[in-house]
Every structure is written in structure tokens, then in C-alpha cells.
């Protein structure tokens, strides 16, 4: 059976900030951003898929 996965979502640039220290080289996106209207997304990593679902209470869990 072949997995249908619906495209990746669209981040807007504005959407995606540096932290404000210059030495700093980390990306902030924000969850909404990544989610969407979904629970739940799947992210590839090094060949394999995590799952990064959103709980009831707002918490967020990585599974593999």
C-alpha cells in the first residue's frame, strides 16, 4: 500500500526568526506555523520518520 503524504507546509519567512543574539544560529518556528490545523505531523530524519504530536493539554511529543 503506498503512503500518501499531503505536501509539506507552506512557513512564511515572516514566521521564521533567528533568537535576537547575534552569536545565536538557531531557527524559531513558530508551532501554529508548523501544525497548521493538525494534531499531528511527521518528520523525516536521517531515513527515518518521527511523529511530533500535540497533546490535549497543548504539549507537544516526539515518538519515532
Not at 538557531?26 to 504530536?53: A, M, P, T, V
Request: charged content about 30%; proline content about 8%; overall charge positive.
Amino acid at each position: 500500500m503506498q503512503r500518501v503524504t499531503p505536501p509539506p507546509a507552506q512557513v512564511e519567512p515572516a514566521a521564521l526568526s533567528a533568537d535576537s543574539r547575534p552569536e545565536a544560529s538557531s531557527l524559531r518556528i513558530k508551532s501554529q506555523d508548523l501544525f497548521g490545523q493538525r494534531r499531528e505531523i511527521e518528520i523525516e530524519h536521517d531515513g527515518r520518520i518521527y511523529r511530533l504530536r500535540m497533546t490535549q493539554l497543548n504539549k507537544l511529543i516526539l515518538t519515532a
